[in-house]
């Protein structure tokens, strides 16, 4: 035990270590899978936000092209049209003589194509004025020329006042745009270069930013690659217009999509390192953002101008980017989660798994202890109890007063209840523990249900129940199996039955399934095919008898009152199709009472141990409910089925179903012992007639007619009987033919008071007629004590019930005054009852040489007494030595009987030694007669001394052991007779020759 | 007269044994081994016990006082003196060895040396019994005897 446990506590220690690193693996697996779904998310986000940032600056470098496209164009057109504007001028104002232009028409001009340079605040004419012409040309103008501070110009090489001036503009009239720092250089670019030319910006007067464009007016027209000089030369005047590029850019920008998200800037880059702003604020946003940069081409060489565009907002992360990425994870954690629940799960199961596992060993070790528990308990209190019930026995031998007798008989009573009760408990742990073999021998089911019958006949007889049995003639006389549980199930079952019955009947009945079931079935069906001859006695008696039943109380299971039974008898009377040849034969037993039934809420616990209905059922009846049981048990090892109908006070019906194999009589080997008692045949070719208005019962006491070859016939009442005696009735009863019943048999229940006398005189009447030449002879049938009977109605002899065949047959022995030939089997070697079994053990040993070996002087002389007592040759030794020196081959014992425990060497040593011996001697008479052919097979056979062990304490051991060293079996000590008798048997029945 | 009461005596006598347990069905049916060709066979057989079991006695009394205690070969003693008991049916002398083996199984010297003065005083008492028992039966004279094994 101790080693058990430390074991266990090992293995727990173990298994915690085991489970710690589980623990520890599962932690470091969740914490990485947590990490990789980590991982894979931030992966995932960042991608999705790559992508997005991708796509908007794809989407910021398209607008901004777009839009500085779009400007470009823009001014572009602007310019161009300023340029249309400036050969306008240098057509009509400097070819026409005189100029055809003048202020208003310029204006009224430049007002409506207006549109056509959106971009152009206003446009506006300066002229060149050298300073030589500058008083011609003020007189000329009636204005002195100005500054743009509207100061009168300061002495200058050269002016240009504006003459011409679009009307928003007009304020410039008359100003030197040459006195302004911006627009000199610009003019001076201008005219060098033939160009539109652009001033870097600057706060315009309308207080935008603006640039200001400047465009040359030639009066000749030059050549593209003319010399500079010759562009100055040739310049007549500057056509000069205010780009309002902030409301320009913003017009155009309204214009388009996605104006609201976008920032754009435009710059002068023509100092590249400090650009100045042209359009949009200058604060930079907060934070940077990506960008794009577009080069704008305005048609000035030497300005650079770019635009710079932004988005307002820092490009938002796309929802997408985090629920994708969220969902990916989410699943991925479910999965995880899944993974490691299941993996719990499992874990968990298999955990469980185990300790089921151990729990189910536990149980079983459990359960087979207790089995053997009970077996060796019910063993240990069955040997004193046997010695209780022995000493009662021999108590009871003694001469014992009235009251001491009485104490003694009551003790032993409760002796064997008790035995009885062991024995079933022992059945059971034996059937639970599958220990139970069963036997299969031929047996003779009537022979067995009439045992049960006499043995619960007493019973029966004193609570006034009917009891019979009935087999149906179908059912084979000879069976194999086993007679002992049949016997069992059936006594219990009956037992129950008339325990719980107190008026009515407890009636058995043995049939064939298949009939059993094709009456069961054709029962639906109206009957019709009754048999012919009960049918006028069925309607005279009807009226009487409420229920067809064995005894007149109803039964629980219908299936067994007279018109069910009429009809199984029906389907054996006319030959049913039915395997007559199949090994295997079904039958079904029921056990019909009129007891207490069982109630409705215990019925389904009827077939459990030690269950029965309710407390009180136990506290009026007794008993411990093992019985059924058992019983189950015993029908299910038999392949067979048991069930019940019961009715609470009106009574049960049990039915079971048994598998047994069919024997022929003939096929019976001789040497098994067959327990068959055969009934007399003396009565072969009788007849009888029966009195009974009860059809069950008279089938019954038919059934037992018939037996012992009588046959009967069944009328309804006395009246009718001494009719068909005296043959008035005229009606012949077919199945005796001419022949004259010679007994008359009479239910005690149909004897009327007055009858004896009636029936006497009508016999002696008979008889004086001599219309018969035998006096039947009157028999009753009563359940009652025959000798109080037979005294109050004077009839020749009284049957007592419950009926069965042997007893029958004394009966009518005695009364018709047949001699009862002697044991009709004595030829039965086999048999082991009585003295025809010391007999034969006489006969065994008789003249055999045996050796007898115990160290123990008086065993020893107690053994050979009973071996020579039985006509044995015997020889004593005392140790084993001895023996091995005295079986050296050639010996002439038949067989040997051996102590197990001896000094020196004991009986299993021996026994070794001695068939080792044997071996040896065989074998080299198998050498020398190899020539010799057949015959050496037989000598070598020869040697082999049979060896039974002598041991106090016949236990399984032991005889495993027994065999294990070559012996044969073993004896006990001191002698059994009917156990030696066996051992020995089979030994000395086979070398029987001399 | 006299005759016919020593009958009686020697029937009531062995009623007696068996009644108070002494002895078992063993001993009839050595009584029934007894016929013509070996008269005295129980009494053969009854004092080849005694003088063996004396023998057995002195062994076991020597293997109870030895030090250290063979439990072993106490059992085995026992064993043999249980196996002859039961021989001739000396029932009580039988019971006792088996509570003595059962001392010997628990190694209860105190035990088995308790046993062992009971074996010795069962020994006895049977021993006185059956010498008187025997003596009567010789006076009955052996045709009776025979007579009154048949219980």
């Known amino acids: 035990m101790g080693v058990g446990r430390g074991g266990g506590g090992g293995g727990e220690a173990a298994v915690r270590k085991r489970w710690r690193v589980k623990v520890r693996l599962s932690t470091a697996a969740v914490v990485v899978w947590v990490l990789a779904s980590a991982a894979l998310w931030a992966g995932l986000h960042w991608r999705f936000r790559r992508a997005a940032l991708h796509k908007a600056e794809e989407g910021l470098v398209c607008m901004c092209e777009e839009r500085a496209r779009m400007l470009q164009d823009q001014f572009a057109v602007s310019v161009n049209h300023v340029h249309a504007l400036a050969i306008l001028i240098a057509t009509f104002h400097y070819d026409k003589l005189p100029p055809a232009l003048d202020q208003d028409t310029f204006a009224a001009y430049a007002a409506r194509t207006s549109f056509e340079r959106p971009l152009l605040s206003g446009v506006a004419y300066a002229r060149r004025v050298v300073h030589a012409d500058r008083e011609n040309f003020e007189r000329q103008q009636g204005w002195i020329i100005k500054t743009m501070k509207h100061e009168p110009s300061p002495v200058q090489d050269e002016y240009a006042p504006v003459i011409y001036s679009q009307e928003t503009i007009s304020y410039i009239e008359g100003l030197d745009v040459m006195s302004g720092e911006e627009d000199r250089e610009n003019i001076l670019r201008a005219r060098a270069t033939g160009k539109a030319v652009l001033t870097r910006p600057f706060r315009l007067m309308s207080n935008h930013l603006g640039v200001v464009l400047t465009f040359p007016v030639y009066l000749v027209d030059l050549p593209e690659d003319a010399k500079v000089e010759d562009r100055v030369a040739a310049t007549a005047g500057y056509l000069g217009g205010a780009f309002d590029v902030e409301s320009l850019v913003e017009n155009l920008l309204r214009q388009l999509a996605g104006n609201q998200e976008l920032v754009v800037n435009v710059y002068d880059a023509t100092n590249h390192s400090n650009p100045l702003v042209m359009y949009g604020s200058e604060i930079p946003l907060g934070t940077p953002s990506p960008s794009h940069t577009c080069m704008l081409d305005f048609g000035d060489p030497i300005r650079k101008h770019h635009m710079i565009c932004r988005y307002r907002n820092r490009p938002h992360v796309p929802w997408s980017a985090i629920t994708t990425s969220s969902g990916v994870f989410i699943i991925c954690m479910l999965v995880g989660y899944i993974v490691y629940a299941a993996w719990s799960r499992y874990d968990n199961v298999k955990e469980d798994c185990r300790k089921m596992e151990e729990l189910k060993k536990r149980a079983e070790a459990a359960d087979i202890a207790k089995s053997q528990f009970l077996a060796t308990v019910s063993h240990e209190i069955r040997t004193p109890m046997n010695g209780v019930l022995g000493m009662l026995d021999m108590l009871l031998d003694t001469e014992l007063k009235a009251t001491q007798r009485d104490y003694a008989q009551t003790a032993q009573i409760c002796g064997k209840a008790l035995i009885s009760l062991i024995n079933e408990v022992l059945d059971r742990a034996k059937i639970e523990a599958g220990k139970l073999d069963l036997e299969s021998v031929p047996f003779d089911l009537r022979t067995i249900l009439d045992d049960v019958i006499s043995l619960f006949s007493s019973k029966s007889r004193e609570k006034g129940i009917e009891l019979a049995v009935y087999v149906s003639e179908k059912v084979p006389e000879i069976l194999l199996g086993d007679p002992g549980r049949f016997r069992q199930i059936i006594t219990n079952l009956v037992g129950n039955s008339i325990k719980f019955t107190e008026r009515g009947h407890v009636f058995v009945q043995v049939h064939l399934a298949d009939h059993s079931n094709l009456a069961t079935e054709a029962k639906i069906e109206p009957v019709a095919n009754g048999m012919n001859g009960h049918k006028d006695e069925a309607s005279a008696i009807s009226t009487s008898i409420s229920q067809n039943t064995l005894s007149g109380f109803e039964a629980a299971d219908s299936r067994n009152n007279w018109d069910n039974f009429k009809l199984l008898l029906s389907y054996e009377t006319n030959e049913m199709p039915y395997e007559i040849d199949s090994e295997k034969v079904t039958l079904v037993v029921s056990v019909e009472d009129t007891g207490i039934g069982i109630p409705l809420h215990a019925q389904c616990r009827a077939f459990t141990p030690f269950m029965q209905a309710d407390s009180s059922t136990s506290r009026n009846y007794g008993g411990t409910g093992i019985g059924l049981s058992i019983s189950k048990c015993l029908v299910e090892i038999m392949g067979g089925q048991i069930n019940f109908v019961s009715r609470p006070l009106v009574g049960s019906t049990f039915t079971f179903t048994a598998v047994l194999q069919r024997c022929e009589k003939n096929a019976i080997s001789d040497n098994k012992p067959v327990l068959l008692h055969p009934l007399p045949s003396s009565f072969k070719g009788f007849s009888a007639l029966l009195v009974d208005k009860r059809h069950v019962r008279a089938i019954v006491t038919k059934y037992h007619l018939q037996r012992l070859g009588i046959a009967s016939e069944v009328v309804g009442t006395i009246e009718l009987a001494l009719s068909v005696l005296s043959g008035r009735n005229g009606s012949s009863l077919t199945s005796m033919g001419n022949k004259q019943p010679c007994m008359l048999l009479i239910e005690s229940d149909s004897w009327g008071s007055q009858m004896d006398v009636s029936l006497h005189a009508t016999l002696q009447e008979m008889q004086q007629n001599d219309r018969t030449h035998l006096l039947p002879k009157v028999f009753l049938l009563s359940a009652a004590e025959s000798d109080k009977v037979k005294t109050i109605y004077s009839v020749d002899s009284v049957i007592t019930k419950p009926l069965k065949a042997s007893a029958l047959a004394a009966c009518l022995f005695q009364a018709l005054g047949i001699t009862q030939p002697s044991n009709e089997n004595h030829n039965d070697s086999g048999s082991l009852h009585g003295r025809g079994g010391s007999g034969s053990l006489h006969g065994l040993l008789l003249g055999k040489n045996i050796l007898v070996v115990d160290d123990n002087k008086v065993n020893l002389r107690v053994a050979a007494g009973t071996l020579k007592k039985y006509g044995a040759k015997v020889e004593c030794l005392e140790s084993g030595k001895d023996a091995l020196t005295l079986l050296q081959v050639p010996h002439k014992f038949d067989l040997c009987l051996m102590d197990i425990q001896m000094p020196e060497m004991d009986g299993f040593e021996a026994t070794r030694q001695i068939r080792a011996m044997e071996g040896k001697a065989n074998e080299q008479a198998d050498d020398g007669d190899d020539d010799s052919g057949s015959e050496s097979t037989v000598k070598t056979a020869k040697w082999h001394l049979p060896i039974l062990a002598m041991t106090a304490d016949v236990i399984q051991a032991t005889h495993e052991e027994c065999t294990k060293c070559g012996m044969d079996g073993y004896v006990s000590k001191p002698f059994e007779e009917k156990q030696l008798f066996q051992a020995v048997q089979k030994f000395l029945d086979a070398s029987m020759p001399s | ?151």
């Open chain 2, 1 to 151: 007269m006299e005759y016919s009461n020593l009958r009686r005596q020697t029937i009531f006598m062995k009623k007696n044994l068996f009644d108070q347990g002494f002895l078992d069905e063993q001993f009839n049916q050595l009584e029934e081994l007894q016929d013509e060709s070996s008269p005295n066979f129980v009494e053969e057989v009854v004092d080849l016990f005694f003088k063996d079991s004396s023998r057995l006695l002195t062994n076991i009394e020597q293997a109870i006082d030895k030090y250290p205690q063979d439990f072993y070969r106490l059992d085995s003693l026992v064993h043999q003196f249980k196996g002859s008991g039961s021989s001739i049916g000396a029932l009580r002398v039988k019971n006792e060895c088996s509570v003595f083996k059962a001392h010997c199984n628990d190694r209860s010297l105190e035990g088995c040396r308790r046993s062992f003065q009971k074996i010795k005083r069962e020994h006895a008492t049977l021993k006185q019994k059956l010498e008187s028992y025997f003596q009567l039966l010789r006076q009955v004279g052996p045709r009776e005897h025979a007579v009154s094994s048949r219980k």
